[in-house]
């Protein structure tokens, strides 16, 4: 397929396979080698390049995504005679070892300051987090940020050219698969109508070029719906927020409507991989994919969230809690799209919780993650208990048992430890953990059985 | 030469590769093409053990279009060499390992070459593997010889009977670590172009260019002359580019060679992962004689390395190993016995430490076992053992050098007020998290083991160029540590001329001699040296060459102030000088060879003698919070003092001790491979967990310098040393928070969990 887009200032045209990764685009077709694979899955941050000036792993977006795009890689940042401000910093503090990470450590950085120019010590880390380095420790390349926020902003970014025109809908070329890019909700529900069957969608493509490359999946056609502007965005209604399908983590992370009435999906959304990723995963993503450890599903449960599954033959809707009919697998039909995930709105005095234990602190996936909620009145006596957990059986999971003991009771007073300890362990037998490569069925049941009775004992102390 | 001209010894010039990295400039081997370059790629085993039946080509597929090689049609013997010729260029009648390579196969482009991997079945016949130290030791299989031990040693000291006789308690314990993936950022990869006289020229991403040349001409057999080794931009190694791109450089060069083009094969993270080496497993059992106040009178140790399917450096990793198994301590009665042993998973290797990390891992933990059998704290059983100038150790090396592991010690307890924070658990009794600190002190001997640098002698030039630089011409490589600007430093300051006109080319075996790998901590303080004595060598050339063109006296003609003089006449700058000799003498070359210091001396037959040339000294203290309920772990704050001699560079020796002590904490609580069948479950960097920014404690590092007379300006080795403290301290911060002892790491929250129960404990 033909795409036309921007590197570094500069307009290319180019006929590519629709899921050629922009890092190979980047490497092969342009001979920008500075951007480097380090994991081909967006774990490590080698080949972070920016895109409409957000930070992207170059190994995850696909060409079908790329129409339109400005795309700045370490070949466009700065010269040797007008370094970046961060080049600059790195250079002087001595944070680059053997270089490898270093052009994706840079562009992160470079995105980190752009967002937030004065960023505390915290924030350097967090917004690093996502670029992996095994030389540093990266003690070096945090006070380099910190540097480079204190050195006079001359940006050494090129002037951006006139941006080239985004194509619209687009099909195969000769050696690729039939990609289709539709800007319209009634064209792109009409493809699926008549080819649901073989047309993988992509969104923000994190799971899927993983996918592709470790060979557990070949799709037949992919459709991008991230063109579709209906499916972006958040709103408030009277009922609750509306969240379209294709709004990125990031921005649900953000969101002040959404950390004020469902914090714990805030919260949850900041634990999504890292910068490069949250920019990038979809709220929708998380769910279609039907991981048993994505992050999301858990609290759009204890939230009571619904999804709606729109389809040329009209709309649908499910709660969240139903949605996931077996590993991997969830109730959206191949001609239905999930185009956005209601939550009704908390009564008052709301409390929720979102606890992601997962293989370290950051780009990392959950080996339990437990979602909670319940109203607490001043006696002490819970209502509206909801309680669901990720990574622990072979669907994100609603523990309705623990909910339903937990109904009425009090968390206060002498029998508080009793209630809680028996609400612990109902959710570990509601359970169904396995031992993987992440961790052990012991530990998983044991977390799950201790971070329920940390929201109990956290909301009965306030 | 006027050494203080320049003063560049101690400061810290921005690092002269620093701007080809941080630019996107550098060119590493992936980044390379060559025209008419093909790539190349392996048949690996599936299973960890087995005979192999058949090999299977797709009918459907046109193997004309590509060029596949299986034992049968390698151009040489069927060896990679190393220690020993053990290891196979491809395997021939049985698999030993998951991913062992089975056939190669070079394709004009990548698709086609993923459509002829997948049309070459392999048909094995499975056996049981041998998978763990304790099979391997019953002589289950056998994985190798009649009885899987790749190497057997001892050292003693003392009389152990009357050891254990004058001790008023015995303290044991056995310790465990795990396999250790490199993860450099850049995975292995190698370019290899064949050449018009039949021989071939390979480029790559490596740490021992002689290493790989020896491993081609034996493989490919083809003379010296006849194969040429570049490196190139090198994303990281850490010992996993010390003894694997032997392996690599073999199967693109042979597959350069039949296909008549330059092939590359570059891994992908999960092959790299699969099939090449790691850090050693270890059991290590410690049987210690002890005093009531803690004084150590007797030890027996016992240290197991799990090397994998083949020998590889493993007899030379398990040296290492024992010669650091008593820890910076004195023990007047002790026997170390060291075995590495075979089982069926992929050969383990170099990776920074060497063998030390594992061993000082078993005894720090042990110390603090002792403490609590005693009854003192961890910091008073070790100053009543820590080992002071004059003390020998159990090899027999006295140790005249000045002995700084009190020093460091009491520096590192005084910058992370350990006194003030030890043994405070918890702020409230509501708080979600345990907070604990420990310590470790730990040294690492600088160079090769016992002979290893006599038998190398390594050679240094250094040559003035026609552009008026001086090109250090060594064959140690750049691979992130700092070498190309330690080395110019050296070699600026040895001449007295500014760093600028000092170069470091990437090593090219047809440009540069032999001046051994880039391991064992030895590139700054060994090849460091003889890089001053090359300078000199040129200088004295240089001198001789300006005393003939005045007619002066040799000792008349002196260097300074970026002059030569013959008495009080200036006879131009260096550079003039210099290119003055190249038109009247030819190319003006120091060389120099590397000498052994007088009085050291080693018996390689009986492990006795001075093991090192010199050691370098280090203490940790590690911060941690554990969350009660998840048994997640936090390092919060390390803090590290080490004593390396001489800083050349203080800025960059901080780096490598701040990397090391990440990539050490790692390995202690997050890094781990599990294994099914022999086949590694954490094959991805996805499962494979290293620290992230958010890992990663805040860390304060400290220099504490005592000069070291044989090391240039000082210097003594550094890049292994902070892979030894970090494993050890944080198992004992777990312990002051948690209560929990553990003795195998990586102690994850499953672990926790595990001792937790068996324990009974809070």
Request: hydrophobic share 40%; aromatic share 4%.
């Amino acid at each position: 397929m033909k795409v036309s887009f921007e590197v570094n200032g500069e307009g290319h045209v180019l006929d590519v396979p629709p899921l050629r990764r922009l890092l190979d685009i980047l490497r092969e077709d342009l001979g920008l080698t500075g951007t480097k694979e380090g994991c081909g899955e967006g774990e490590c941050g080698a080949c972070a390049v920016l895109m409409d000036d957000a930070l992207v792993d170059a190994c995850l977006v696909p060409a079908v995504q790329l129409a339109g795009r400005r795309i700045v890689t370490i070949e466009g940042l700065g010269s040797r005679e007008r370094p970046d401000p961060v080049q600059q910093a790195f250079l002087e503090e001595g944070a680059a070892q053997c270089g490898f990470c270093i052009p994706g450590m840079v562009m992160a950085s470079r995105a980190l300051l752009n967002r937030c120019p004065q960023p505390s010590r915290e924030e350097i880390r967090t917004g690093l987090a996502g670029n992996l380095c095994r030389c540093t420790g990266y003690e070096r390349i945090i006070r380099a940020v910190q540097r480079a926020a204190s050195l006079p902003a001359e940006s050494g970014q090129p002037a951006s050219v006139e941006t080239v025109p985004a194509s619209r809908t687009v099909t195969a070329s000769v050696d690729g698969i039939p990609a289709y890019a539709p800007d319209d909700l009634r064209e792109a529900l009409e493809i699926l109508q008549t080819q649901g069957e073989r047309i993988t969608i992509i969104a923000g493509a994190t799971d899927l070029l993983t996918d592709v490359k470790l060979g557990n999946r070949r799709p037949a056609a992919v459709m991008d719906i991230t063109r579709l502007a209906c499916l972006r965005g958040i709103a408030l209604t009277e009922q609750g927020l509306e969240i379209g399908a294709t709004t990125e983590f990031a921005q649900v992370a953000r969101d002040a409507r959404v950390r004020r009435h469902a914090p714990a999906l805030a919260d949850a959304a900041a634990t999504v991989g890292a910068a490069a990723i949250q920019n990038r995963a979809t709220l929708g993503g998380n769910l279609m994919t039907a991981s048993p450890a994505a992050d999301a599903p858990p609290v759009l449960m204890a939230l009571g969230a619904t999804v709606t599954l729109t389809s040329a033959k009209g709309t649908r809707e499910v709660p969240v809690d139903s949605f996931f009919v077996g590993y991997r697998r969830c109730a959206c039909r191949p001609e239905e799209l999930l185009s956005r995930v209601s939550i009704p709105l908390p009564p008052a005095g709301d409390r929720q919780c979102f606890y992601k234990v997962g293989t370290r602190l950051a780009q990392s996936i959950s080996k339990v993650c437990v979602a909670c909620r319940a109203q607490v009145d001043a006696g002490g006596v819970l209502s509206g208990v909801r309680v669901a957990a990720g990574s622990v059986a072979p669907t994100p999971v609603a523990l309705p048992e623990v909910a339903r003991y937990l109904e009425g009771r009090r968390v206060q007073g002498s029998d508080a430890p009793e209630v809680m300890a028996a609400a612990g362990n109902i959710a570990a037998r509601e359970i169904a953990p396995i031992d993987d490569v992440r961790s052990s069925a012991a530990y998983r049941s044991a977390v799950t059985r201790s971070l329920v009775v940390r929201f109990l004992q956290e909301i009965a102390r306030s | 030469m006027n050494r203080a001209a320049g003063g560049l010894i101690g400061t810290s010039p921005v690092r002269l590769d620093g701007w080809e990295k941080i630019s996107g400039e550098a060119r590493y081997v992936d980044d390379l093409s060559i025209p008419g370059m093909w790539v190349g790629g392996t048949v690996r085993s599936p299973v960890a053990s087995g005979k192999i039946v058949a090999l299977r080509r797709d009918p459907s597929f046109d193997f004309s279009r590509v060029v596949v090689v299986t034992a049968r049609e390698l151009p040489g013997p069927n060896v990679v060499a190393m220690i020993r010729e053990d290891h196979p260029v491809l395997a021939a009648d049985r698999v030993r390992f998951v991913a062992e390579p089975i056939a190669l196969v070079a394709a004009p482009d990548k698709p086609t070459l993923a459509a002829a991997l997948t049309a070459i079945e392999v048909d094995i016949q499975p056996d049981e593997p041998v998978l763990t130290i304790e099979d391997a030791l019953a002589g289950k299989g056998p994985v190798w010889g009649d009885d899987n031990i790749l190497a057997e040693y001892g050292i003693a000291s003392g009389d152990l009977e009357a050891g254990f006789a004058e001790a008023d308690l015995i303290v044991e314990g056995t310790y465990r670590t795990g396999h250790q993936e490199h993860l450099y950022l850049e995975t292995n990869g190698m370019i290899a172009v064949p050449r018009g006289d039949g021989g071939v020229e390979v480029i790559g991403s490596l740490q021992c260019p002689y290493y790989v040349l020896n491993a081609l001409t034996r493989a490919l057999s083809l003379p010296p002359e006849k194969v040429i080794v570049r490196q190139v931009a090198t994303g990281g190694a850490f010992g996993g580019k010390e003894d694997f791109p032997s392996v690599l450089a073999a199967h693109a060069a042979t597959l350069a060679l039949r296909a008549r083009h330059p092939v590359k094969i570059v891994y992908e993270r999960t092959e790299d992962i699969r099939a090449t080496t790691k850090r050693h497993p270890s059991r290590v059992s410690v049987r210690t004689g002890v005093k009531r106040d803690g004084t150590l009178v007797a030890a027996d140790i016992d240290v197991v390395l799990d090397g994998g399917a083949y020998t590889t450096l493993s007899p030379v990793v398990l040296s290492r190993a024992i010669l650091h198994a008593g820890g910076p301590y004195r023990i007047p009665n002790v026997a170390i016995r060291g075995r590495a042993v075979a089982t069926h998973t992929a050969p383990n290797g170099a990776f920074r430490g060497f063998g030390a990390p594992q061993t000082l891992f078993a005894i720090e933990r042990h110390m603090d076992r002792i403490a609590s059998r005693v009854g003192v704290d961890p910091v008073t059983v070790r100053r009543r053992n820590l080992l002071t100038t004059g003390d020998q150790l159990p090899c027999g090396q006295i140790l005249h050098e000045p002995v700084a592991a009190g020093l460091v010690l009491d520096r590192a307890l005084a910058l992370s007020d350990y006194k003030g924070k030890r043994g405070k658990r918890s702020p409230s009794a509501n708080a979600r998290t345990l907070s604990g600190i420990g310590l470790s002190v730990y040294y690492h001997g600088g160079g090769f083991t016992g002979g290893g640098e006599e038998r190398i002698r390594g050679k240094a030039s250094v040559r003035f160029s026609r552009e008026g630089r001086i090109e250090i011409l060594v064959s140690n490589v750049e691979m992130g540590q700092g070498a190309t600007t330690v080395l110019c430093m050296i070699a600026a300051q040895a001449l007295g001329l500014p760093l600028e006109m000092v170069t470091h080319p990437y090593p090219d075996t047809s440009q540069v001699p032999d001046t051994g790998p880039t391991v064992a901590s030895r590139t700054t303080m060994i090849v460091g040296k003889i890089v001053v004595d090359a300078c000199d060598a040129l200088a004295a050339k240089l001198r001789a060459h300006l005393a003939r063109e005045h007619g002066a006296e040799e000792r008349a003609i002196r260097f300074a102030d970026g002059s030569w003089w013959a008495a009080d006449r200036q006879l131009g700058s260096f550079r003039e000088c210099g290119l003055r000799y190249l038109d009247a003498a030819g190319p003006l070359v120091g060389d120099a060879t590397y000498r052994h210091p007088e009085g050291l001396r080693w018996d390689e037959e009986n492990f006795r003698g001075d093991a090192y040339k010199s050691y370098s000294w280090g203490a940790d203290v590690v911060e941690v919070e554990v969350d009660r309920d998840t048994l997640e772990i936090r390092p919060l704050r390390a803090t590290v003092v080490v004593e390396i001699g001489r800083a050349i560079n203080p800025v960059l020796a901080v780096g490598q001790v701040e990397g090391g002590t990440l990539q050490a904490l790692g390995w202690g609580y997050l890094e781990e491979i599990k294994m099914d069948a022999g086949r590694y479950l954490n094959d991805r960097v996805t499962t494979y967990i290293i620290p992230t920014t958010l890992d990663a404690p805040a860390m304060q590092v400290e220099l504490a310098e005592f000069p070291y007379e044989r090391g240039p300006f000082g210097a003594k080795g550094l890049g292994e040393l902070p892979m030894d403290g970090g494993a050890p301290a944080l198992a004992a911060a777990i312990e002051d928070a948690t209560q929990i002892f553990a003795a195998g790491i990586p102690i994850t929250p499953e672990r926790l969990l595990r001792l937790r129960i068996e324990e009974g404990g809070s």
